[in-house]
């Protein structure tokens, strides 16, 4: 049995600037990839990158989306970033309030669907 695929999805990635993580924010919105973008900064990010031990600050951010434009959405992002190699995760969403998922699903619906 093949589970389906979520309703909703939390999908984050993390930029280096405030104005780029604006950017993705804005135009994931604009596009209805995403009823709502949050973005937490700054963060701070340790990781290892060509073998190397890196810190740096960055800006996280959060979209609050449909799990039918999940491949939209990581197109976009993985365009639009300017990242080698961006952090694109989606989180499913197991619950919430039924007015919230509304309005998420009603943002996101593709324009033709309007």
Known sequence: ??????????????????????EL???????????CAQI??????????QNA???S???QVLFK?????YEELETYLLAAHDYENPEVIA???????????GWVTAETAPAAAL
């Open 1 to 22: 049995m093949t589970a389906s695929p979520p309703a909703w999805l939390t999908v984050l990635t993390t930029t280096d600037s405030e104005e780029k993580a604006h």
């Open 25 to 35: 924010a804005q135009g994931a919105v604009e596009a209805r990839l995403a009823a």
């Open 40 to 49: 937490s900064a700054p963060v701070t990010s340790v990781y290892r990158w």
């Open 53 to 55: 031990i890196e810190s």
């Open 57 to 59: 600050e960055e800006w």
């Open 65 to 69: 989306t449909a799990g039918e434009r």
């Open 91 to 101: 989180v499913p969403v197991i619950r919430g309030s039924a007015r919230y998922l």
